[in-house]
């Protein structure tokens, strides 16, 4: 064979080449072809419709402690991996207490705070009773404390934050900052002291489910988009307040610059650009997913949901699930949960004054969730209600 004919063959077989890994490595914002993104017909009253893709979900910005970190991004953030979705509609806003109220009126659901538990309720569902004095537990719920210890303030270590923390006796769903509150003028303002299971129960009852984590941070980046925040790369874009969280060194300085110190009523501030509001600020929200810190190294491309146990470094052994989202609390000097990428986590069986769900349906349930809202249309209250799971 000649010196050039060979050249020529070893050329065509490098252009072969190079054509066959560009057929068979599609770029990562390619849409797949098997997600269904034109949206079907039907859909669900007050919800978005997120059509599925690719996207990168993390990151691999900030190396660890010693690496300038102004956003505070956290390692479990990493590794940024790519993720396949299908498509799906989410609630434009967290649920309210308007939305929960129904559901209560129609189940007789008693949420986790408003139950009286043993310690054994707790345990058995993974949660850490080592200090638990007694072994029934009173109703009550996680409130934060505006008059906590400033002299004995201690931060910078591990769950500093619980110091300002307090549980109260019958703070619950109907009484966000204990017995003697009520939601009465707060009817549009997102539900809180909700834990995981009562997040889910109410899914359930509406013909929804909570959304997986990837999901969340996907409807968040108005499809998988590179944004630090729901609403682009600027924090306060021209001065302007664009999400519900704490102005001022938390929890020292409380400022209410934005118009709200606990929650605010839903849509007080402006959506994403797929119509989503609240994703960021207001309340945490509950996702499917349990958390693991590590979880990202190990994900699933395709429709990811969540590791099959969980696993948190700062309280290993405790069952905990996935917040997205941030809330009114949340702040530049400490959590920065407003990020798009910010993951939290909270223990099943806890609530708190700043935590709430949202919920999701997909095509497949489109036809039972239609059902379903017939049934609940139609409701008449007659005999003892029955809720899910109860
Ligand atoms: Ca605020
Ligand atoms: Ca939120």
Redesign the pocket.
């Known amino acids: 064979m000649s010196k050039k004919l060979y050249l020529l063959i070893a050329a065509s077989v490098l252009m072969c080449g190079l054509l066959l890994a560009a057929v068979l490595v599609p770029p990562i914002t390619a849409t797949p072809a098997r997600v269904l993104t034109k949206e079907p017909a039907g859909r669900p009253a007050d919800m978005v419709w997120v059509p599925g893709g690719v996207f990168e979900m993390g990151t691999d910005e900030y190396l660890g402690p010693g690496d300038a970190n102004p956003d505070r991004l956290k390692l479990d953030e990493h590794p940024a991996h790519n993720v396949e979705l299908d498509s799906f509609w989410m609630d434009a806003t967290?649920v309210t207490n308007r939305e929960f109220a129904k559901f209560v009126e129609q189940t007789g659901y008693k949420t986790f705070a408003e139950r009286q538990l043993t310690k054994d309720d707790f345990a058995s569902r993974g949660a850490d009773v080592s200090l638990f004095k007694e072994n029934v537990i009173n109703p009550g719920s996680m409130c934060f404390n505006p008059a906590f210890n400033k002299q004995q303030l201690v931060t910078g270590v591990p769950g500093w934050e619980h110091q300002v923390w307090k549980i109260v006796d019958g703070a619950d769903w109907r009484h966000p900052d204990g017995p003697e509150s009520s939601v009465e003028k707060l009817l549009d303002h997102p539900v809180v002291h909700i834990a995981w299971e009562d997040a889910a129960s109410y899914c359930e009852w509406a013909g929804k489910r909570l959304p997986t984590e990837a999901e969340f941070e996907y409807a968040s980046r108005s499809g998988g988009k590179d944004l630090k925040y729901p609403w682009g790369e600027e924090f306060l874009p021209d001065g302007k307040y664009m999400a519900n969280f704490w102005q001022g060194e938390f929890p020292t300085d409380r400022r209410n610059e934005d118009g709200f110190l606990t929650t605010s009523p839903v849509k007080s501030f402006p959506p994403n650009a797929l119509g989503l509001y609240?994703?960021?600020?207001?309340?945490?929200?509950w996702c499917s997913d349990l958390y693991a810190a590590d979880y990202y190294a190990h994900s699933p491309r395709i429709n990811p949901k969540g590791p099959s146990e969980s696993f948190d470094p700062q309280q290993p052994g405790v069952v905990v699930r996935v917040q997205r989202?941030?809330?009114f609390l949340c702040n530049v000097n400490n959590c920065t949960g407003y990020r798009t990428r910010a993951r939290g986590r909270g223990e099943v069986a806890s609530s708190s004054y700043h935590n709430g769900f949202r919920c999701v349906v997909d095509p497949s349930m489109l036809a039972a969730y239609h059902e379903r809202q017939q049934q609940i249309a139609a409701f008449k209250p007659t005999g003892t209600p029955v809720a899910p799971g109860q």
């Not at 609240?278 to 929200?285: C, K, L, P, T, Y």
């Open positions: 967290p609240d994703i960021a600020g207001n309340v945490w929200e989202g941030g809330s």
